[in-house]
């Protein structure tokens, strides 16, 4: 079955930067594009960045343009999300995403909080 496990969520300073990273099993994965969404308390679930399957293509929200990367490692089956020059609006819940066929796929999601 398909598993998305997140992790490398934690406190961070605003300015901080934290590296998240998503372990995929269960499907063949660089067939599927892979996404990571975020959701703050009280806000609709929003994706934060994508990238193609064999990473020709990012895309991100215009939120975190410039300061986060997304990136895979095909031959680990891994999704990583770097993060940089943090801020408290980034605090969030970050799920590692992918859809297989016509069904979608979340990890549990790790917790972000950048705060000082």
């Known amino acids: 079955q398909v598993q998305l496990v997140e992790s490398g969520g934690g406190l961070v300073q605003p300015g901080g930067s934290l590296r998240l990273s998503c372990a995929a099993s269960?499907?063949?994965?660089?067939?599927?594009?892979m996404n990571w969404y975020r959701q703050a308390p009280g806000k609709e679930r929003e994706l934060v960045a994508a990238?193609?399957?064999?990473?020709?293509?990012?895309n991100y929200a215009d939120s975190v343009k410039g300061r986060f990367i997304i990136s895979r490692a095909n031959v680990k089956n891994m999704v990583y999300l770097q993060m940089n020059s943090l801020k408290p609006a980034d605090t969030a819940v970050y799920y590692c995403?992918?859809?297989?066929?016509?069904?979608?796929?979340w990890g549990q999601g790790t917790q972000v909080t950048v705060s000082s």
């Open positions: 995403h992918v859809r297989v066929g016509f069904i979608d796929y």
């Open positions: 269960g499907f063949t994965f660089n067939w599927n594009t």
């Open positions: 990238i193609g399957t064999t990473g020709d293509w990012t």
